[in-house]
């Protein structure tokens, strides 16, 4: 299996609702890190998992949280969903070698009414 | 406040000419720099990247320039083809090849055939 798949695509949601969105990466990719990306922004660093624990967190409350699995797939849930939570959410992996060729999944699209 | 800018938004440029995309950043602690490529629809794709340590590094068509004293970067893509087009994205990472990436807020290149 290769690249990096993100499930759903699109979402919408209503506020103060719980999302659960997911992330499946190649076989190897034992790093994944998450962002968050507004229109006409740049992504954002949410955190990252290594072996399937945090080590690494950005500007983002606690309701945003996630875990990584040992078949290398991860969540990221975000609960109380607020309008500015609207936003492209990607995925990113890497294997555990020193090259910083992160592979990015194609997001998710998530929608807050 | 932004610790990663592109203050460029959007760039035009003739088929086969160069292209040069800039990029400022303010934290003197990041030591590894990434350009990614984005097209509408998919996730952002790794292009280049450069250590602190060097001051050029090359692939192909593209090359990133790294000045440390002025904290700047760019990407030069010679000869620039129309399918180049795409939204250009800097990144830092203040923890090596092993830490998260700190985006600039992309520009936007168009190649005119």
């Known amino acids: 299996e290769t690249g990096v798949t993100q499930s759903p695509t699109h979402l919408i949601k209503t506020r103060g609702q719980q999302v659960t969105l997911r992330c499946s990466s190649q076989?190897?990719?034992?790093?994944v890190s998450w962002y968050q990306q507004a229109l006409g922004q740049g992504p954002q660093f949410i955190f990252q998992?290594?072996?399937?624990?945090?080590?690494g967190r950005g500007n983002f409350p606690p309701r945003f949280s996630g875990l990584q699995f040992p078949n290398y797939s991860s969540e990221l849930n975000v609960n109380a969903l607020e309008l500015d939570d609207s936003a492209l959410y990607l995925c990113?992996?890497?294997?555990?070698?020193?090259?910083?060729?992160?592979?990015f999944g194609s997001g998710t699209r998530l929608t807050v009414v | 406040d932004q610790q990663v800018k592109q203050n460029s938004p959007s760039l035009s440029v003739q088929e086969g000419r160069i292209s040069i995309l800039n990029c400022d950043y303010t934290?003197?602690?990041?030591?590894?720099f990434l350009w990614y490529k984005k097209y509408p629809a998919e996730g952002p794709t790794f292009l280049i990247s450069?250590?602190?340590?060097?001051d050029k590094n090359e692939d192909g068509r593209f090359t990133v320039f790294l000045n440390k004293s002025a904290k700047h970067l760019s990407l030069h893509i010679v000869p620039s083809q129309p399918g180049d087009s795409a939204v250009y994205f800097c990144a830092a990472s203040p923890g090596g090849s092993q830490g998260n990436l700190i985006f600039g807020k992309g520009t936007k290149l168009s190649v005119k055939p």
């Open positions: 998992y290594y072996r399937e624990e945090e080590n």
């Open positions: 450069i250590s602190s340590i060097k």
């Open positions: 934290n003197s602690m990041f030591d590894y």
């Open positions: 990113a992996t890497r294997p555990p070698t020193g090259d910083y060729g992160y592979t």
């Open positions: 076989s190897g990719h034992n790093t």
